[in-house]
């Protein structure tokens, strides 16, 4: 089982997003059959079985077993990852063109974190070694010396591209984001 599947399908993101769904694949966490679902959501098993079958199709499930009951064959399922991320390109952009130029935007900052979002995901958790790290903080800036911060930021960041940007070694992309606190975020 994956930790995590990127879902950049239509018809994945429909599978999934309905309520019973969801019910249905958070049992699939461990290997079961329908029948043993529908008892825990006291539903009926067809109508487990229904649900199942949508979530194997869209690829958001898979049958892992058989075993034969009273000379039925019944699938034993389970979900192919623990967590399911949705892209943000499923919902798309209303109105103009992105503003992928414009650095200060929070266009842009979405478009940086839906492709680190996207290049996280495609990564291979069965590596023996995923050397990676993640920093967050906060920064308090007046707003007289705003522009020297993100100055002296990207001076920082220029420095460090200049002097590992080379074509040797193992690549790494750093993304960084900068925005304003709001006061509902803790």
């Known amino acids: ?3 995590v599947l990127y879902l950049e399908e239509r018809e994945q993101a429909e599978a999934l997003l309905k309520p019973q769904r969801i019910e ?3 049992q699939l966490a461990e290997p079961r059959t329908c029948t043993e679902i529908a008892a825990r959501l ?3 098993p067809q109508r487990v079985y229904y649900h199942v079958k949508q979530l194997v199709a869209a690829g958001l499930a898979e049958q892992v077993a058989e075993r034969r009951v009273r000379g039925i064959s019944e699938g034993i399922y389970q979900a192919v990852a623990r967590s399911y991320w949705l892209s943000p390109r499923l919902v798309g952009r209303i109105g103009g063109a992105r503003r992928a130029q414009d650095e200060l935007s929070l266009g842009y900052l979405l478009d940086l974190m839906e492709e680190v979002q996207a290049d996280i995901a495609a990564l291979d958790r069965t590596a023996p070694e995923l050397p990676s ?3 967050s903080g906060e920064i308090r800036v007046p ?3 705003r522009q020297e911060f993100l100055h002296d930021l990207q001076s920082t960041l220029q420095d460090l591209f200049t002097r590992y940007g080379g074509a040797e070694g193992d690549a790494f992309k750093l993304a960084v984001a900068c925005y304003p606190k709001g006061d509902n975020h803790e």
């Open 1 to 3: 089982m994956r930790d």
């Open 24 to 26: 249905v694949l958070r």
């Open 42 to 44: 006291e539903q009926t």
């Open 133 to 135: 790290i993640g920093v």
């Open 143 to 145: 707003a007289e010396r």
